[in-house]
Every structure is written in structure tokens, then in C-alpha cells.
């Protein structure tokens, strides 16, 4: 049963327009929230991450928006560059967890010049 | 300012043999989490050490499988008699506090291919 979805394999945008990506959860004990971005052959990269008691977080071109009553959280690219092409992982903790995150299936994101 | 290291970048095995596979965390850093991702999958969490301790192995298959942070050199993630299903991209992190309180920095990986 997974606990963090995201739903979508791939996405592809136009350069200069805005991705989105989502990312559905539902342990209700998850309160911290993190997207990293993973080229092919490396680890994954820290991205943003939002706290649960937050409903958006915004770093550069990054933001990441949280709903909690939907469980939903999504990762807004504006504007969409070429280099952003690559896999986003969505990740979540859990109150207690002690560094045991769960992470989504990722959605690999292709820009398009 | 050395990254996460993880040694070697590649590693194959037969059937049977054993895996060491090796991770020295950032500089300051004394937390570290092992994960493993299959083919089209997400990473999966496998287990978080500090120094000389085993804090969360939940995720840790319950035999073949051990790993240690001496209080000396790198973390290892020991794979004894491996199997085709062990073949997988091992990722190692580490971070100065517990992940939850702070963003863990990911190694290149080892893919280790059981033929």
C-alpha cells in the first residue's frame, strides 16, 4: 500500500511555462514534506521541502504548495527551464519517524526548448 | 567540501556472493540512512544509523542484510549471499540532525547487478 503517490510517470512542458507536479499522501501522521530532483546514474538532489504547519513554501523558481485536508502537495516550476528535465521525487516524514522517509514513485519531467 | 561518497559506483556479484558496499557521509555529518531503489520504483527506506548505532532498521529485509557506522571509517551495508532480486541502486545520506528536521544529502549510488 503505498503511502505517497505520484500519479502521473511523466510530464512534459514547453520552456518558459510552468510545471506542476502533484503528489498525493495518506498518513495523516506525515508532517514534513520534501521534493528532490535525481538525474539518471546520480542520487537525488534536495529541492524544497514544506513543514505541515505551512501551506506554502517558495524558493526561487521553486514553490510547493500543501493541502492538507486533501493530502495533497504539489511542486510549482516557473519558468520551466531545459535543465529541469529530469525525475522528481516526492517525500514525506512522519511525526517520530526518525529519518525514515517515504518517497513516491516520481514523475520524470522533460522541457522542451 | 567533500559530498556524500559511495563506493564503488558499480559492483557486480553471482549469485551467492557477498556485496559491501560503502558510504562516508558529508564532513560533520553523523547520521546516516541507507535506501534502495528497484527498476521504475521509488526509493525505498531501509535503515538510519549514528555513530556505533542502529537507530531504525524497519525497512532492512530480516536476513542476508546488516549494516554498521563504526565510530571509525565509512558505513556499510553488508548483502550476504545475494540474489537476483538484490540487484538494485543503493543510495546512502546523511545529514547533521535526525531527516525530519533537516534535508539529507544523497550519495551517487552503488548499482549492484547479481548475474
Known amino acids: 500500500d503505498q503511502q505517497v503517490k505520484q500519479n502521473s510517470p511523466s510530464l512534459s512542458v514547453q520552456e518558459g511555462r510552468i510545471s506542476i507536479l502533484n503528489c498525493d499522501y495518506t498518513?495523516?501522521?506525515?508532517?514534513?514534506f520534501l521534493w528532490y530532483k535525481k538525474y539518471p546514474a546520480e542520487g537525488p538532489t534536495f529541492l524544497i521541502s514544506?513543514?505541515?504547519?505551512?501551506d506554502k513554501n517558495e524558493d526561487g523558481r521553486f514553490t510547493v504548495f500543501l493541502n492538507k485536508s486533501a493530502k495533497h502537495l504539489s511542486l510549482h516550476i516557473v519558468p520551466s527551464q531545459p535543465g529541469d528535465s529530469a525525475v522528481y521525487f516526492c517525500a514525506a516524514s512522519a511525526i517520530g519517524s526518525q529519518g525514515n522517509l517515504i518517497f513516491g514513485k516520481g514523475t520524470k519531467l522533460s522541457v522542451k526548448p | 567540501n567533500a559530498g556524500v561518497m559511495q563506493n564503488p559506483r558499480h559492483l557486480v556479484r553471482r549469485r551467492g556472493q557477498e556485496a559491501r558496499l560503502r558510504c562516508s557521509p558529508m564532513?560533520?555529518?553523523?547520521?546516516v540512512y541507507w535506501y534502495r531503489q528497484l527498476p521504475e520504483e521509488g526509493l525505498k527506506f531501509m535503515v538510519y544509523?549514528?555513530?556505533?548505532?542502529?537507530?531504525?532498521e524497519s525497512g532492512m529485509p530480516k536476513e542476508r542484510f546488516s549494516a554498521e557506522f563504526p565510530k571509525e571509517g565509512p558505513s556499510i551495508l553488508r548483502i550476504q549471499q545475494v540474489v537476483r532480486g538484490d540487484s538494485a541502486a543503493y543510495f546512502c545520506a546523511s545529514s547533521p540532525l535526525g531527516q525530519g528536521f533537516s534535508e539529507a544529502f544523497f550519495g551517487q549510488g552503488t548499482r549492484l547487478t547479481v548475474v
Open positions: 564532513k560533520g555529518h553523523s547520521h
Open positions: 498518513n495523516s501522521m506525515f508532517d514534513y
Open positions: 544509523l549514528q555513530k556505533e548505532n542502529i537507530i531504525d
Open positions: 514544506i513543514s505541515s504547519i505551512k
